[in-house]
């Protein structure tokens, strides 16, 4: 039987992988294994004709088959509109229906959120996102509809240079201050920040 205790799990939603972690008593995260047992998940999905669609590293798996119908990338295309104003779509199935990039990135989060659920005595109710630091206001409201088609509240997003901040901190046995320069060679973007920690706190001053 599950707990009615409310959990908080943050999601990096990659272009290629993407992970759910969750903190430990001792507040460190851990990166919780999908139900294939791998720590990552393929941030792609099948849509095969008159079937669910498939995600993950399945969906790859068969994409040989059904070439036409593999979403990837989504990462890149969240909050790009087409000329009327509306999310773009693609039509990534036999039935013709449209899927906006958000959506499919919900079927990933979607996944990770129910693989989760499925090892730890409680339901994930919270999840925090994190986010390039060059996404600006019209991406972030995109990502939040994910909130509602998994069914939890997001609490958060957290740019990802702040969060690889705070791992850091989490790291070091000793108060950081200062500013920072912050790497990610990420797999769709590359952003380099500076990041000030002040009292085991972590903004972003610049990123290019």
Avoid: W
């Avoid at 000329?83 to 199935?93: F, K, T, Y």
């Avoid at 108060?175 to 590359?190: C, H, Q, R, S, W």
């Amino acid at each position: 039987m599950k707990s009615d205790q409310c959990v908080t799990g943050g999601i990096d939603l990659g272009t290629y992988s993407s992970l759910l972690a969750m903190l430990e008593g001792s507040g460190i995260p851990v990166a919780m294994k999908n139900a294939e047992g791998q720590v990552s998940t393929r941030s792609v999905v099948l849509f095969p004709p008159g079937e669910p669609p498939v995600i993950g590293q399945e969906a790859l798996n068969a994409a040989l088959l059904y070439p036409n119908y593999l979403a990837r990338e989504m990462k890149l295309h969240v909050g790009e509109k087409d000329s009327q104003g509306q999310d773009v779509a693609m039509v990534l199935n036999a039935e013709g229906k449209p899927y906006t990039p958000v959506v499919v990135q919900g079927m990933v989060a979607d996944k990770l959120i129910k693989d989760a659920n499925a090892q730890i005595p409680a339901q994930i109710t919270d999840i925090a996102l994190s986010v390039p630091a060059n996404y600006g206001s019209t991406e972030r409201q995109t990502l939040m509809q994910i909130g509602k088609q998994v069914g939890c509240r997001i609490v958060g997003l957290v740019e990802e240079p702040v969060a690889v901040a705070y791992t850091f901190i989490n790291a070091c046995k000793k108060v950081l201050e200062g500013i920072y320069l912050v790497f990610d060679p990420g797999a769709g973007t590359t952003d380099l920040s500076t990041v000030e920690i002040h009292g085991g706190q972590a903004q972003i001053q610049v990123t290019k």
